[in-house]
């Protein structure tokens, strides 16, 4: 049976954020936005970017910056040399 965990984020100020989820399995950590998987780090290592909404608005932005634990720019970076993948996590 699949293990899961869900918990609001945590701002910078120590409260809940509401809408920003971080959900834990045993295959990996997803960051949701709102009703949006943004983004899934693997168990094996592999980070994937929804390829519609990984960049949706400032909020997930903001949200998606801290899970990662860097900026666009970096992210963008990673992007292009092929270290986070862009995938359709959401089945549109």
Do not use: A, C
Not at 16 to 36: A, C, H, L, M, R
Not at 41 to 70: A, I, P, V
């Amino acid at each position: 049976m699949l293990k899961i965990k869900i918990e609001n984020m945590i701002s910078n100020r120590g409260y809940e954020v509401p809408n920003q989820f971080i959900i834990k399995t045993d295959k990996g950590t997803f960051f949701q936005s709102y009703n949006s998987i943004i983004v899934f780090k693997s168990k094996n290592g592999k980070t994937y970017l929804d390829k519609h909404y990984w960049d949706y608005s400032k909020t997930t932005g903001k949200y998606r910056n801290m899970f990662l634990g860097e900026d666009k720019k970096e992210t963008l970076k990673k992007i292009k040399t092929g270290e986070y993948i862009l995938k359709d996590l959401n089945g549109v």
